[in-house]
């Protein structure tokens, strides 16, 4: 298994204990936002150790402003490199040798907000979300006749670090009714593990019990608003 990312810390971590358990690892710092960097990162599997048999787009970032009315076009382009683009590129770079082989998984984390976008995960993340399961369901309908199969996951509220980078950082007792994610990632695992005759091309996974997200909503609206906006509330200006 090689783990990539950005942080090669916490990846390493995850190595170390692969290892511990029997399996075989390494950790590989990649900036996932530059297509030349992917392209040389599956290059060098490809050489070292082989071509990749199961692609998982796990990397995500959502844009400190959330609100449309406010973003900059910097941060939109930068959440959408992150969590489409470079979808797109990593695929790109492994199709032929799954195509070559006659199969090979490709499985894509997405989300909810994919679905239903709202100011919790802003307009960049929602919209480059829906754009990433869009593109999964093309690889799905046009490779699966040449053993590719397409899976894309989309999980609810998971209660990850990215969570204190939120407008409003939730309270331990909202974060403990959201995802856990290592439930995230069994689902993963049952994607990655079954039969090669077998796909499941969406899978849907949230928590038990919604949460009341309004006073979230409500304070991500105003990030990156000017002190100037007509309708901005006095308590934000």
């Given amino acids: 298994m090689i783990l990539t990312g950005r942080r090669l810390e916490p990846l390493q971590e995850v190595a ?26 599956v290059n060098w599997v490809r050489d070292e150790i082989g071509p990749v048999d199961i692609l998982v787009n796990n990397a995500g970032s959502a844009s400190k402003v959330l609100n449309a009315r406010f973003i900059s076009e910097e941060e939109w382009n930068s959440t959408v490199n992150v969590n489409l683009t470079a979808v797109f590129n990593l695929t790109q770079a492994v199709l032929p040798d799954m195509i070559a082989k006659g199969e090979g998984t490709v499985i894509t984390v997405s989300s909810l907000a994919a679905l239903n976008p709202n100011l919790l995960g802003g307009a960049a993340y929602g919209a480059a979300k829906a754009g990433v399961k869009n593109f999964m369901t093309f690889l799905h309908n046009t490779y699966r006749n040449q053993g590719i199969r397409a899976t894309t996951i989309l999980p609810g509220e998971t209660n990850t670090p990215i969570m204190e980078n939120r407008a409003r950082p939730p309270q331990a007792e909202e974060r403990a009714v959201m995802l856990d994610p290592h439930d995230v990632a069994r689902a993963i695992a049952l994607c990655a593990t079954l039969q090669k005759g077998a796909v499941i091309p969406e899978l849907h996974i949230c928590p038990t019990f919604m949460r009341d997200t309004s006073a979230d909503i409500e304070t991500a609206r105003w990030v990156g608003a000017p002190a100037d906006a007509p309708d901005l509330p006095k308590k934000d200006r």
């Fill in 16 to 41: 170390d204990l692969i290892e511990r358990k029997g399996g075989r690892a390494a950790a590989r710092s990649l900036d996932i936002e530059s297509r030349e960097a992917i392209f040389a990162e």
